[in-house]
């Protein structure tokens, strides 16, 4: 099954983490597994409180993936501890993945825009599936949302993503 992935872009301190914490929250109350991999260009440490994959874990996502140019940490919720052999063949199924960044991956793209923070886009207008701003886009042709509305943003998920992995698989058995 290939796993849809989607990631969530934008300037510095846009709110992408906001956001996406959010997302997660809302996706995993309609009952959906879901990853995250938080992009880092530069050197981190894994899991401290407050940090964004911190954020991510505690929103409920079930595995959090921190990846950069050097190492890469996963974080995943477990009942109890694994041995080492499963914990090196394990990856947990999800439903989506979502990243934080990867701007330059070839990825459907949601951007998180604040006008005070930026007079243009990142994303390329190809990859835009959805605009989460705080001010309209008249000209561009993606649905676009307001900065709170990650319900709305799941629900589009839903219908661009989730239903269609839904139904490949069904059609596949």
């Known amino acids: ?9 934008g300037r510095s301190n846009v709110g992408k983490t906001t956001f996406l914490v959010k997302l997660i929250g809302e996706l995993k109350g309609r009952g959906y597994r879901v990853g ?3 992009h880092y260009r530069h050197e981190f440490t894994v899991d ?3 940090k964004d ?6 929103a409920g996502s079930d595995v959090a993936v921190i990846a950069g140019p050097h190492k890469i940490a996963l974080v995943q919720r477990l009942d109890e501890e694994l041995p ?9 199924p999800t439903d989506l993945v979502l990243t934080e960044g990867y701007k330059g991956a070839e990825t459907p793209k949601i951007e998180v825009f ?25 000209g561009l042709d993606v649905p676009q949302f307001d900065l709170d509305d990650a319900a709305g943003v799941a629900s589009l998920l839903e219908d661009r993503f989730l239903n ?10």
């Open 1 to 9: 099954m290939h796993v849809p992935v989607v990631s969530v872009v």
């Open 36 to 38: 995250t991999i938080k």
């Open 114 to 138: 604040r006008a005070a923070q930026s007079k243009e886009l990142v994303a390329k207008r190809e990859e835009l599936v959805a605009l989460v701003t705080d001010q309209p886009f008249p």
């Open 53 to 58: 994959s911190w954020r991510h874990a505690e």
């Open 48 to 50: 401290q409180p407050g």
């Open 84 to 92: 080492l052999d499963r914990i090196l063949s394990l990856m947990l």
């Open 164 to 173: 269609r992995s839904a139904i490949s698989e069904e059609e596949g058995e």
